[in-house]
């Protein structure tokens, strides 16, 4: 029996533990890293969402802007025919009948691009969420990894010890001496 025998497995089966404790620390810290990555897609998506009240406060600015300059053209089209002596029936009347038809179509196109606006900014938002889904299974599954890398290092020290154990104390496992 070689005098370091003992050494030998309790360095073994001591490399086995700490390789489990790292590669169990390690599998944490992939957890926290896909939980920690996830939370950031997450915060983003809500400063994407929120982008959705800037769209409407600008649309609400340029309909206003709109509707006022359309009020004043109305009435200085009116005011500039009643100058004139015209009365506002037939062609004049048509004219601003004309004029507001194509304010509402106006209008029409405004709030249609501010619901493209927003539903891609809904679109971004649910990507982003996506995105941190995917980083958080990442983690799951490198922290999975690592487990499985603790339990081989223990299987693996355990292998180590008996082999070590059988050769320099075979009887200790059912051997003859």
């Known amino acids: ?3 370091l025998a003992p050494l030998a497995i309790a360095a073994t089966a001591g490399a086995a ?3 489990a404790a790292g590669a169990a620390q390690s599998a944490a810290a992939a957890k926290a890293t896909g939980e920690a990555n996830k ?4 915060r983003a998506a809500k400063v994407v969402e929120q982008q959705k009240e800037i769209v409407d406060a600008a649309a609400t600015n340029e309909l206003f802007k709109f509707n006022r300059g359309f009020k ?6 009116t005011a500039a025919y009643l100058k004139s002596g015209v009365t506002l029936e037939g062609t004049p009347e048509d004219v601003l009948a004309n004029n507001a038809y194509l304010a509402n179509y106006e209008r029409k196109i ?3 691009n501010t619901a493209m606006q927003k539903k891609k900014l809904d679109d971004d938002a649910a990507q982003l969420r996506y995105s941190g889904e995917i980083k958080s299974a990442e983690g799951q599954m490198l922290a999975n990894s690592y487990r499985m890398k603790a339990v081989g290092s223990i299987i693996g020290g355990v ?4 082999q070590m154990t059988g050769s320099f104390y075979p009887s200790l496992l059912g051997g003859t001496v």
């Open 17 to 19: 533990i700490i390789g």
């Open 159 to 162: 292998a180590g010890v008996s």
């Open 72 to 77: 004043i053209n109305q009435a200085q089209s």
């Open 110 to 112: 405004l709030d249609y």
């Open 39 to 42: 939370r950031g897609f997450e």
């Open 1 to 3: 029996m070689a005098p």
